[in-house]
């Protein structure tokens, strides 16, 4: 397996956090705005603010379960090429890394003390070059 295909889920993980929140965030711009109280007239071409909104959640949400789908198809591959990993330490490297979506920093603070950020990349690196 290929970094690339490892990296997917990951890649798509990400795009779904950041989609969410965006979606949380355009959520709570659908509030009731205030009206404008200043006596002059309104501009031609009136606009359904709430209702483009509305459109735009429901684009945004569609494309979130896109991915969502997307990464439920592709985990299965990477959780079957971490379980034939023989080497303990490696299995939980790459599981921490391409399944929970952890960072290299967050892997070497549970692996302990010895490890680095740097040195636990390179380690999963390494056994990809070795194993291709």
Known sequence: MT?????RYLTL?????EDKEIYEN????????SPSLSGMPHTPGVRDKVGD??????????????????????????EEFCVSISDPRMRLIFRLRFVRCRSWAEIAGTLGRYYTE????????NYLKKIA
């Open 3 to 7: 970094v690339q295909e490892l990296s």
């Open 26 to 33: 355009m959520c709570q711009k659908m509030g009731p705005a």
């Open 118 to 125: 740097a040195g636990v990349c390179k380690m999963a690196y």
């Open 53 to 78: 909104l509305a459109a735009d959640l429901a684009d945004l949400d569609a494309g979130i379960k896109e991915l969502e789908a997307e990464a439920e198809r592709v985990l299965p591959a990477i």
């Open 13 to 17: 993980r990400k795009q779904i956090d």
